[in-house]
Antibody, heavy 119, light 111 residues
Framework: QVQVVESGGGVVQAGKSLRLSCTAS????????MHWVRQAPGKGLEWVAL????????YYADSVQGRFTVSRDNSKSTIYLQMDSLRPDDTAVYYC????????????WGQGTQVTVPS | QSALTQPASVSGSPGQSITISCSGT?????????VSWYQQHSGKAPKLLVY???ERPSGGSGRFSGSKIGTTASLTISGLQSEDEAIYYC???????????FGPGTKLTVL
């Protein structure tokens, strides 16, 4: 069955960097775009980034543009989120999710990884 | 701050049907057929219920249905069950600099 597992979260000082990983299995990883979505404590969902199936297209939320970088390694069925210049308002659970084949929705989600940036 | 508007809460009794609205603009829902709905139980990851306005994922429950008129999308849940108690989020692709946005979420209480 499909599995999506995020890792790499933790507590990091403001201004520092962190890299999240997301490994998926149970489907043809190289055929699917992938998303990162985050959820701050007690808040709703916020879309963060999208990477196309072949990494040629990448999109970011305005709130992370220029600070976060998404990448993927299809040979490892893994995507990454490099987060630089972290701020306290980046504190959230970060979810990785596969896009549907049509690309318009987030089909399979991981359980998330917590990122905390103390103020 | 979401550009999509959802009611903060809705409620219904077991067996009833309820509808959750998601109001947007001509830059998101009005311009896209990539409208989706997600269910999130407390402490859990979101789950896709409806995508591309009215499509259901393979194996998805037929009690959840989606629709769209103009700049407003709707999710209808029929035959309410206690396990439907959760927060429901709509989302839409946009024509702005932010590719995808979520609504603020609607908390469903099953009485």
């Amino acid at each position: 069955q499909v599995q999506v597992v995020e890792s790499g979260g933790g507590v990091v000082q403001a201004g520092k960097s962190l890299r999240l990983s997301c490994t998926a299995s149970g489907f043809t990883f190289s055929s699917h775009a992938m998303h990162w979505v985050r959820q701050a404590p007690g808040k709703g969902l916020e879309w963060v980034a999208l990477i196309s199936y072949d990494a040629t297209n990448k999109y970011y939320a305005d709130s992370v543009q220029g600070r976060f970088t998404v990448s993927r390694d299809n040979s490892k069925s893994t995507i990454y989120l490099q987060m630089d210049s972290l701020r306290p308002d980046d504190t959230a659970v970060y979810y990785c999710a596969t896009a549907t084949i049509t690309g318009g929705a987030l089909l399979y989600w991981g359980q998330g990884t917590q990122v905390t940036v103390p103020s | 701050q979401s550009a999509l508007t959802q009611p903060a809460s809705v409620s219904g009794s077991p067996g009833q049907s309820i509808t959750i609205s998601c109001s947007g603009t001509n830059s998101d829902i009005g311009a896209s057929n990539f409208v989706s709905w997600y269910q999130q139980h407390s402490g859990k990851a979101p789950k896709l219920l409806v995508y591309d306005v009215y499509e259901r994922p393979s194996g998805g429950s037929g009690r959840f249905s989606g629709s769209k008129i103009g700049t407003t999308a709707s999710l209808t849940i029929s035959g309410l069950q206690s396990e439907d108690e959760a927060i429901y989020y709509c989302s839409s692709y946009t024509t702005t600099s932010t590719l995808l946005i979520f609504g603020p979420g609607t908390k469903l209480t099953v009485l």
